[in-house]
């Protein structure tokens, strides 16, 4: 396991988290609100008090931002960063 990022096979019975993430890997829209700047990602798996953003730039992003699920505003949260890696966030939905 790549530091809690990727699930690794092991039985359902090993996994840590509260609630289960689904894979579903959509492109979505970060958007940082204090400079009005948006950034292309990916939703890697999500569940309903968070998710794992896969985004190029994530080191760019602040510790909150706004989360345009599948690039609309049809979904959106506010996510405050828990996890972070040069490519990587793991957030926590703000509210959730």
């Given at each position: 396991?790549?530091?809690?990022?990727?699930?690794?096979?092991?039985?359902?019975?090993?996994?840590r988290?509260?609630?289960?993430?689904?894979?579903?890997?959509?492109?979505?829209?970060?958007?940082?609100?204090?400079?009005?700047?948006?950034?292309?990602?990916?939703?890697?798996?999500?569940?309903?008090?968070?998710?794992?953003?896969?985004?190029?730039?994530?080191?760019a992003?602040?510790?909150?931002?706004?989360?345009?699920?599948?690039?609309?505003?049809?979904?959106?949260?506010?996510?405050?960063?828990?996890?972070?890696?040069?490519?990587?966030?793991?957030?926590?939905?703000?509210?959730?």
């Amino acid at each position: 396991m790549n530091r809690g990022w990727l699930y690794d096979g092991a039985a359902p019975g090993d996994e840590r988290r509260r609630e289960i993430r689904r894979t579903i890997g959509i492109p979505s829209v970060a958007y940082d609100p204090a400079r009005r700047l948006r950034y292309a990602c990916t939703v890697v798996d999500i569940s309903h008090r968070g998710a794992q953003v896969h985004c190029s730039r994530a080191e760019a992003l602040p510790d909150t931002f706004m989360l345009f699920i599948n690039g609309t505003d049809a979904i959106r949260r506010v996510c405050d960063v828990v996890r972070r890696s040069p490519t990587r966030l793991g957030v926590r939905f703000r509210g959730r």
